[in-house]
């Protein structure tokens, strides 16, 4: 479904990503796993739209989207939710759900999937009205993947989507990951909670430096005894079980 192969990304002078090379197929959950600084963001950005790789190709069912527009490849079926969530914080819930799919034609299929998420997000509906700024953590991450799914994505993209939440909320938060496969979804997720988001993933990569430095199946990668040491960090929150 989707194919990166060589790209690279640069800011400027500093080369943030050196060739990654990775795929995602349908019906799956892979995950981009590494360090701080690794280039995570970064895969995604040049993914997205959101930068423009300076080399490289990303596919997406067989379709070369490389510096394609991100509302261009919004529209062709990749909706990201970005880290730190980015909501529209004056704006209420509601307004914020109709600004995920306004780029859709298919007013009466957008209808649909606003039913849809409510009814996998029951808390936005009673939070319909109420600014989204004012919604706790938890909440927000729920609103922000709610957002871009109302784009009627076919690969769904996930930054850090455990970041700032209690133990407790993560846990509700990968359920739902795994919720969406179940549903059909393919989705690519980025996280820093490495152990946690093995035990779900079909397969994952292993980043630092900007480069691709192991890969294999969620269950190969959790007998990894040296995986938190070698690649992550002994001391890295992401290594804590």
Known sequence: MLEVDGLVVRYGGIEALHGVSLRVDAGEIVGLLGPNGAGKSSTLAGIMGLV???????????????????????????????????????????????????????????????????????????????AAGLLSGGEAQQLAIARALM?????????????????????????????????????????????????????AYILRNGAVVDQGSGAELLEREDLCAQYMGSSAPACKT
Do not use: C, W
């Open 52 to 130: 423009k790789p300076a080399a490289g190709h990303v596919r997406f069912e067989g379709a070369d989207i490389a510096g394609h527009s991100t509302e261009s490849i919004v529209r062709g079926g990749l909706s990201l939710v970005p880290e730190r969530r980015r909501l529209f914080g004056h704006l209420s819930v509601s307004d914020n759900l109709l600004l995920g799919g306004a780029a859709r034609k298919d007013k009466a299929a957008a209808k649909r999937d606003r039913e849809r998420v409510m009814d996998l997000f029951p808390v936005l509906r009673e939070r319909l009205d109420q």
């Open 151 to 203: 784009s009627g994505p076919r690969l769904l993209l996930l930054d850090e989507p455990s970041l700032g939440l209690a133990p407790l909320l993560v846990d509700k938060v990968f359920d739902l990951v795994r919720t969406l496969r179940d549903e059909g979804l393919t989705i690519f997720i980025v996280e820093q909670n490495a152990y946690q988001v093995l035990e779900f993933a079909d397969r």
